[in-house]
T-cell receptor, first 111, second 113 residues
Framework: GQSLEQPSEVTAVEGAIVQINCTYQTSGFYGLSWYQQHDGGAPTFLSYNALDGLEETGRFSSFLSRSDSYGYLLLQELQMKDSASYFCAVRLGGSQGNLIFGKGTKLSVKP | KAGVTQTPRYLIKTRGQQVTLSCSPISGHRSVSWYQQTPGQGLQFLFEYFSETQRNKGNFPGRFSGRQFSNSRSEMNVSTLELGDSALYLC????????????FGPGTRLTVT
């Protein structure tokens, strides 16, 4: 089966850097995505890695290593508004193609 | 552009009833996916529609069904509601089928009593 593992909670202070890891067990997928969801809100797309390596979008960066079945989201210069849940997701290959989400990591940013 | 809209936002139903939820994608988006979100199971894929055709279906019972109209609007239906169907139902649209960048609506909070 397919599964993605993320830490359930992470706490960091304002201005710091935090890395949220995502390890997966899935046979064949197109790419790794990251979504942010604030309490009571809808998930919003952050980044997508189709290839191995680092993708940078402002304060957020995402990394994928297919050989290690591993990816991460890096958040720099943390702000209070970054307190939210972060989900990794993979788009399955083959005849499926649907998105499978991790259970999410709740990030708490402290002053 | 207006975002993804979902109606209703909140719904309370009793066991055994059925419910229909509606989703209007971003203008120009032809792919609509539905997800169920619960604290215990997280975000789970229900199904995806593209150009009025169901492309993929998640591991949910046949009580969960959906359709897409020619204007890309989509509905999902849950029949014979069970307590465990209480969840946030999210709709997401993307420009292309199975798009990696999905835009989510605010969701419909369904409570089954």
């Amino acid at each position: 089966g397919q599964s993605l593992e993320q830490p359930s909670e992470v706490t960091a202070v304002e201005g710091a850097i935090v890395q949220i890891n995502c390890t997966y067990q899935t046979s064949g997928f197109y790419g790794l995505s990251w979504y942010q969801q604030h309490d009571g809100g809808a998930p919003t797309f952050l980044s997508y890695n189709a290839l191995d390596g680092l993708e940078e979008t402002g304060r957020f960066s995402s990394f994928l290593s297919r050989s290690d079945s591993y990816g991460y989201l890096l958040l720099q210069e943390l702000q209070m508004k970054d307190s939210a849940s972060y989900f990794c997701a993979v788009r399955l290959g083959g005849s499926q193609g649907n998105l499978i989400f991790g259970k999410g990591t709740k990030l708490s940013v402290k002053p | 552009k207006a975002g993804v809209t979902q109606t209703p936002r909140y719904l309370i139903k009793t066991r055994g009833q059925q419910v229909t939820l509606s989703c209007s994608p971003i203008s120009g988006h032809r792919s609509v996916s539905w997800y169920q979100q619960t604290p215990g199971q997280g975000l789970q894929f229900l199904f995806e529609y593209f150009s009025e055709t169901q492309r993929n279906k998640g591991n949910f019972p046949g009580r969960f069904s959906g359709r897409q109209f020619s204007n890309s609007r989509s509905e999902m239906n849950v029949s014979t509601l069970e307590l465990g169907d209480s969840a946030l139902y999210l709709c997401a649209s993307s420009l292309v089928k199975t798009g990696d960048e999905q835009y989510f609506g605010p969701g419909t909070r369904l409570t089954v009593t």
